[in-house]
């Protein structure tokens, strides 16, 4: 550190390398003097003590005042009634954190196992479960549900492991779960409980009480698939699953009750996860944040499936994200089987080029991999009379062409075309089989933008931003009178706020009157559950649209993961520049 005269410090830097290690490692730590980084702190630190906590101790650990700490306190109760989690304080004692045994191993698996935050300050656990013998605890586990003819998944598998994981170091902590109400499971898993709570005795040398082994009955029951289900309510799910579908067909216009592929999955899924819900026991998903943002068209279907299974069921107890975006990549393989079906529907493709001989021949050859079924020629031909005369299924081009006066697809192309570029013509293929609209040069969802719906806010409240646009775009008669309350009903479930500063609500249900998406860019962000805003994409698009959805999931994605371009749209100060930046977006 070098003084200078008059200005003030710099740092001397005599090794560059170690400097910029360094500060990626402080990008890193998380930001204990921002108030929500410390109660979440507090609850990951509470959840890991079995008794109380002084709050100099507390304090020290965050690293604050104990004044400081004193005024977060009441807003932490708040943040642990919501997870019906209560704060005991005792004079001279501290706090401590207290409630339902089930609740509180749940908030512990979520909060402390499912987080990679703050472990440079808390390793005991981490620790603990480094001395494990991973392999030996992995074989065993297979041997007993093999011995057993349980089939789990490698997601239900992994889960069982991480609860042993838990359940080891909590009965090393003495920490036992003492007041739950076991609810009957088939034998086979209370007899499964009880081998591997005898053998984890022995090999770790540790007591676990009864209760453990009823409790991780409940776990494995609900973890599993059941196989032993009667045949009777087997085939009564299965018709349950049928008639699910068929009104997600009525609602979005799809074919999901025709793929007998996913139907067979979304039996084999659902059934433990009932189980898992009427033990309120839940998977975790640590690529949650992946599926709901990426994948928002088939989150959408899946978040609605399980409204109409619970209503049907009559089950009170809701589906975190979580389990939704698992239930979500069952949906997500019925679409990327119905892309392959437009693939093939198309028999004849017709490519339009003035490049040399050899690059028209490279081009075909690729057209030719990308679409096996199809016969593909090319001409230097451009008189739309001429191509309608072709009777092509799609028209791939290197050159402008009257696009209106041609009755196939038209996809424009660059004269040289990489392995990327492939995938991309063959998203905007099913895009244009599917999507009931002109695309303007390929440019699917900055068409959907328009200065009538834009706006920059002052606004520092979420919810209100989405107001403001919902009724414009309702008063403009682009969206239907409802759109308002379904795309609130669609937030107040889960957030539709994703990396980055990004947000892309939408509603309950497609049903515009007109394709688009309106924008607001935040003068400041705003923070909305924990979550930064600086820029909402206000979704309205028709019934049947699932693949453009899929679209605008992508270019929100390409968004989040190009700092620069995000910047620039953020720092556009009217509609015009917005949208030149939109179109730099490459997807």
Known sequence: IVNIHSKGYVLDIHDSERYHRLIE?????????????????????LLQQTD?????????????????????????????????????????????????????????????????NYTSMIRIYFDFIEKLDDSKLVST??????????????????????????????????????DYQAKPVDQRFNDLALDLVQWLSQTYEIYIPVQEVEYLASQLAGKTSLEYIPIQEKERLQVLIQTILRSIDEEFITNFSLDIELQEALLLHMVPLTTRLTNRLNLDNPLIDEVSSRYANVFLIALRFTELWQEALHLDQHLTRDEIGYLALHFAGNIERAKQDALNRIKRV??????????????????????????????????SEWINQQDSHLIISTVTLDDKAIYAPVIYIKDMIHEDDLYRIKDLIILKSYISRDIHRNKVVPDLFSKRFFMISEEKDYLKNIEVMAHKMMKEKVAQEDFLSLVLERELKFTTIYQNGIAG??????????????????????????KKVSIIFLINIRKGNLFLYREISRYLAKLMDDPKHLQNCLKAQDFEEFYRQSLLIEV
């Open 52 to 116: 109380f906590v002084s709050l100099q101790k507390l304090a020290d650990a965050i690293q604050v005042s104990r004044n400081t700490l004193v005024n977060d306190l009441d807003e932490f109760e708040e943040m642990a009634n919501k997870l019906e989690i209560s704060v005991e304080r005792k004079s001279h004692y501290g706090i401590r954190l207290v409630g339902n045994e089930t609740i509180l191993r749940k908030a512990f698996t979520r909060f402390v196992v499912g987080s990679n």
């Open 350 to 383: 017709l490519i339009i080029s003035d490049m040399g001989r050899s690059n028209v021949r490279l081009l075909k050859e690729k057209i030719q991999d990308l679409l096996p079924r199809s016969i593909v020629d090319s001409e230097n031909e451009r008189d």
């Open 25 to 45: 490692n402080a990008q890193s730590i998380n930001d204990i003097g921002n108030r929500q980084q410390r109660l979440s702190f507090l609850l990951y630190y």
């Open 505 to 530: 609500p939408h509603g309950m249900v497609l049903n515009a009157n007109v394709d688009c998406i309106g924008v607001t860019l935040l003068k400041q962000a705003c923070v909305y559950e924990g």
């Open 141 to 178: 586990l297979d041997e007993f549900l093999n011995n057993r003819d349980i089939e789990v998944t490698k997601v239900s598998f992994d889960s069982i492991i991480e609860h042993i994981k838990v359940l080891l170091y909590r009965v090393s902590m003495k920490n036992y779960i003492l």
